[in-house]
């Protein structure tokens, strides 16, 4: 199976640009809102189409929630930079009218993608919170699965927007949507390969090995260009 992800897009319709035929899948890695350079309009009617892809084909497209997103996703929590007072109402209408269409975590065999990344630090916090603590977590284990059903529990929600000191936070280490590239780069996740987005890089930068490995792809604010990963069946 051939992916491209795109990530970051922070308004910009670069997406357009990529050739969705040469792949089999794409996954869209979050924050589609909040920008320095676009409007509010811009970016809803950007959006919107995003999401009338993932509408049209529903099998193929992907689209997981970034930390600027969760702002609008779930307003009035998980608060970030950029927020947009005025263009609130309209986002938090628009992706609440589609909430099944995104998702925290995708995840195809061992590669696992998110918006910011996982560490095995996070993890063990998240598994003793949530009463998961005796799992025994293999590379073939369904995370994606896991992270995606905790996403829709009030009661456990919040784990996954854990906001590390790195970021600002004061939780004890940042989550799938927040976490720094300076946690995940020592502590990426033991057997799966990661996909994120979240934090600027000017190449595409993998760090890891083939059995545990963490890739950073938002290159986006130095050039167009979208990652793509090769799964074997």
């Given amino acids: 199976m051939k992916l491209l992800t ?3 897009l922070h308004g910009r319709t670069v997406w357009d640009e990529a050739n969705f035929e040469c792949c089999d899948r794409v996954v869209f890695l979050g924050d589609y809102t909040d920008s320095h350079v676009f409007d509010d309009e811009t970016i ?4 919107v189409r995003i999401i009338q892809l993932k509408i049209r084909q529903p099998d193929k497209f992907v689209l997981l929630i ?3 997103d969760a702002q609008y996703v779930h307003f009035p929590y998980y608060r970030c930079s950029r927020f947009r007072q005025l263009a609130q109402p309209k986002l938090s209408s628009l992706f ?3 909430a099944d269409l995104f998702q925290i975590a995708y995840q195809q065999r061992n590669y696992l993608f998110t918006h910011a990344g996982i560490t095995n630090k996070w993890l ?3 598994l003793v919170k949530t009463g998961n603590d005796s799992l025994k977590l293999t590379s073939d284990y369904n995370l994606a699965g896991l992270l995606n059903e905790i996403h ?5 929600r919040d784990l996954l927007f854990d906001i590390g000191p790195k970021r600002g936070g004061f939780d ?3 989550g799938p949507v927040w976490a720094d590239r300076t946690e995940t780069s020592i502590d990426f996740l033991t057997g799966f390969r990661q996909v994120v987005g979240h934090t600027p890089v000017v190449d595409f930068t993998t760090m890891g090995d083939k059995r545990s490995s963490i890739t950073y792809t938002d290159v986006l604010q130095t050039k167009t260009a979208f ?3 090769v799964i074997p069946d």
Wanted: avoid cysteine; aromatic fraction near 22%; hydrophobic fraction near 30%.
């Fill in 6 to 8: 795109i990530s970051d």
């Fill in 44 to 47: 809803y009617i950007n959006l």
């Fill in 66 to 68: 970034g930390n600027h």
């Fill in 96 to 98: 609440s009218k589609y």
């Fill in 124 to 126: 063990t916090r998240l």
């Fill in 152 to 156: 829709q529990s009030v009661y456990y």
């Fill in 172 to 174: 004890a280490f940042g």
């Fill in 227 to 229: 990652y793509e990963v």
